[in-house]
T-cell receptor, first 112, second 114 residues
Framework: NAGVTQTPKFRVLKTGQSMTLLCAQD?????MYWYRQDPGMGLRLIHY???????AKGEVPDGYNVSRLKKQNFLLGLESAAPSQTSVYFC???????????FGPGTRLLVL | LAKTTQPISMDSYEGQEVNITCSHN???????ITWYQQFPSQGPRFIIQ???TKVTNEVASLFIPADRKSSTLSLPRVSLSDTAVYYC???????????????FGAGTQVVVTP
């Protein structure tokens, strides 16, 4: 099992460009999450999904959109990147609301 | 709104026991407490989870008092490889819940020296 994988590992964007981060899990988990991690801020929840076809906003959803068309994939989109979105993005999945979250290796995004 | 507070950093020597306390005064009845470990350039990794009293596994113990307003992660006999950031997570989510029901603490940097 690969667990949780994230694509790409690193990306540089110019302000205003768009991109999609892909998260895939092979553990048949219902729950999936997108977090961002900034120095001194810990992990902040961007969006999450409790099952295929569902999405919900987290703590910092502005500037991001998500889709969960397939159970195993959770996509995070940036429509118009801003320097404030420079961060490390982590995807996680879990079997249920209180179950352990399994994290991916992260995507480093730099917006110039 | 679930909010978690934990110390920014802790130093220890090899072989000592490290105890990290997380404060979560607004914990809800259905909330569980979970601790994660994170090494540089990696995603967080599950350590232990509990609801009340004491939980122990092969790497750590988790102590939760009766009022559940705090929890203490105990790492016995730490080694250099335990140098990492430790996060406390309180809460759970359903599609109808507010994001505030899932709160990571800001993390505690533990540095273990010889």
């Amino acid at each position: 099992n690969a667990g949780v994988t994230q694509t790409p590992k690193f990306r540089v964007l110019k302000t205003g460009q768009s991109m999609t981060l892909l998260c895939a899990q092979d553990m048949n988990h219902e729950y999936m999450y997108w977090y961002r991690q900034d120095p001194g801020m810990g992990l902040r929840l961007i969006h999450y999904s409790v099952g295929e076809g569902t999405t919900a906003k987290g703590e910092v959803p502005d500037g991001y959109n998500v889709s969960r068309l397939k159970k195993q994939n959770f996509l995070l989109g940036l429509e118009s990147a801003a320097p404030s979105q420079t961060s490390v993005y982590f995807c996680a999945s879990g079997a249920g609301a209180i179950e352990t979250q399994y994290f991916g290796p992260g995507t480093r995004l730099l917006v110039l | 709104l679930a909010k978690t507070t934990q110390p920014i950093s802790m130093d220890s020597y090899e072989g000592q026991e490290v105890n990290i306390t997380c404060s979560h005064n607004n914990i809800a009845t259905n909330d569980y407490i979970t601790w994660y470990q994170q090494f540089p350039s990696q995603g967080p990794r599950f350590i232990i989870q509990g609801y009340k009293t004491k939980v122990t596994n092969e790497v750590a113990s988790l102590f939760i008092p009766a009022d559940r307003k705090s929890s203490t992660l105990s790492l016995p006999r730490v080694s250099l490889s335990d140098t990492a950031v430790y996060y406390c997570l309180v809460g759970s989510l359903s599609i109808t819940d507010s994001w505030g029901k899932l709160q990571f603490g800001a993390g505690t940097q533990v540095v273990v020296t010889p």
